[in-house]
């Protein structure tokens, strides 16, 4: 496919075309002052022509809207005419995947051609080209995008502090709320990268109790701000990229009537982090208060966002104060507190904190699992394929096939390579091939099952071919 007209990396992009009108023929032979008039007529009509040819070179716009969902051809200054139609075709990542036909009555139109795409970056190029009532034209544009959310670096973590000799919350002192809380310090986020806690637990003598699931975004905002969704069991925390040096992590209230001393506690939870190669540090707390905000005794629902929590120690946003991250700002909550936190029993609002525990998110392996392999039948050189002296990738055989199938390509010297298989929508069906292959011609076999082992439709894929930047397609046609 040529590519013609503009290309750009905007997300929106068009091209316009020139029409041309039809052509003005003399039908009879007229008298000298006929043809005089005949000859000025038709000078008058040829500029009426160019005229309408230059009104018509600002018509016929398309434009595309390109995302990981997909790409969104809109036609407009079009003939008002019927059965205006628009070839389409769209690549990612150099395979095309998807062939298309926009049909429309009228000036304008618009059709969408789904994606559905893998995590990571794509190069998606659209095409368009048409020939109808008498105009032509072509546009092309290309966007980078980077679809889905990649998979996270996780660690799980665990501290455990036991309270000393000093009863928490004693029998003769009545009920009281516990409020566990924890922050953590990091070095090296940037901007949108994010910080996860879940599957987190505090356990006390052995009973576990549920903390919720946190998430810590980095971002260029000036102050900090936490909230609690109670819908999802999560802290949403934004924090400036210059974080802090303790941050609010997560936290839970309950009732106790007697929480003795002496008692063990243990932290535990999995972090995540979207930013690879960072390590944090985070400890945690432990304060009593007579009060706590809810929504309802029965059953009980505290209210985590009514107790206004400190997001960070430092540019809170609207709290000027030297309260650590996890401070209750509500005034009820914070005249209610009492002795009792985690150390001697002195009334802290957090808390005294624990030993500080420091951890590193470990990245899944970016090599693809066993199950994303081909059966490779053989890496010497396949019968009649010559020793290369360029990069081939051959028709797969056979072709259309309803059963295994044999792929052959040929590396001119050893590569890392990349084979992969997509269906029409552009979805990665499976990865067949990856890692480093030695000079010479290479049989794979392909046994038409995709990532899970389970057998693809019928249809036409897509094979891609990767070597050091260049990348060669085959298509492939399953019967079924």
């Not at 795409?117 to 659209?126: D, E, M, N």
């Not at 208060?289 to 120690?313: E, Q, R």
Request: neutral net charge; contains cysteine; glycine residues 10%.
């Amino acid at each position: 496919m040529d590519a013609r007209g503009l290309e750009s990396s905007s997300p929106e992009a068009k091209v316009k075309s020139n029409a041309k009108a039809p052509p003005v023929g003399d039908v009879a032979r007229p008298s000298r002052h006929a043809r005089t008039a005949r000859r000025l007529g038709v000078g008058i009509l040829a500029l009426a022509a160019l005229a309408f040819a230059a009104s018509v070179a600002s018509a016929n716009d398309i434009a595309a809207k390109i995302t990981c969902a997909g790409v969104t051809f809109e036609g407009a200054n079009f003939p008002d005419a019927n059965n205006n139609t628009v070839h389409e075709s769209v690549t990612v990542d150099g395979v095309q995947v998807a062939l298309a036909i926009l049909t429309f009555n009228g000036a304008s139109g618009s059709n969408t051609v789904s994606l559905n795409l893998t995590s990571g970056s794509h190069t998606i190029a659209a095409h368009a080209d048409w020939n109808t009532n008498g105009v032509s034209g072509t546009f092309d544009a290309s966007q980078d995008v980077s679809c889905g959310t990649p998979p996270q670096c996780t660690v799980i973590g665990s501290i455990d502090a036991g309270f000393n000799g000093t009863a928490i919350v004693g029998v003769g002192s009545g009920p009281a709320f516990i409020w566990f809380n924890s922050n953590l310090s990091a070095k090296g986020m940037t901007d949108g990268k994010s910080i996860f806690l879940t599957n987190a637990t505090v356990s006390i003598d052995g009973v576990p109790h549920a903390v919720p699931d946190a998430k810590i975004t980095f971002s260029a905002v000036s102050c900090a701000t936490t909230s609690f969704d109670a819908g999802t069991n999560t802290w949403n925390t934004s924090v400036p990229l210059s974080g802090s040096d303790e941050i609010f992590l997560s936290g839970l209230a309950f009732p106790v009537s007697n929480l003795p001393g002496g008692a063990k506690v243990t932290w535990q939870g999995t972090f995540g982090t979207d930013q690879p190669g960072v390590c944090l540090s985070w400890k945690w707390g432990a304060a009593a208060y007579t009060k706590f905000t809810t929504v309802s005794t029965t059953p009980l629902v505290i209210d985590y966002n009514a107790a206004n929590i400190k997001p960070t120690h430092q540019a809170a946003c609207a709290i000027n104060n030297g309260d650590h991250a996890g401070t209750p700002q509500n005034p009820t909550v914070r005249a209610s507190v009492t002795g009792g936190a985690r150390g001697g029993g002195g009334s802290n609002f957090t808390g005294s904190w624990s030993g500080t525990g420091s951890i590193c998110p470990v990245c899944p392996p970016v090599t693809a699992g066993a199950k994303d392999a081909a059966s490779i039948v053989s890496r010497a050189p396949a019968p009649g394929f010559a020793a290369p002296t360029e990069l081939s990738f051959a028709t797969p055989r056979p072709n259309p096939t309803s059963g295994p199938n044999t792929l052959l390509f040929a590396l001119p010297r050893e590569a890392a390579i990349s084979l992969r298989a997509y269906d029409v929508t552009g979805r990665l069906v499976r990865e067949l091939a990856s890692g480093t292959y030695s000079a010479g011609a290479h049989t794979l076999s392909w046994d038409l099952t995709d990532r899970d082992g389970r057998p693809v439709a019928g249809g036409i894929y897509f094979l891609r071919l990767a070597v050091e930047g260049r990348v060669l397609q085959q298509s492939l046609s399953v019967a079924r």
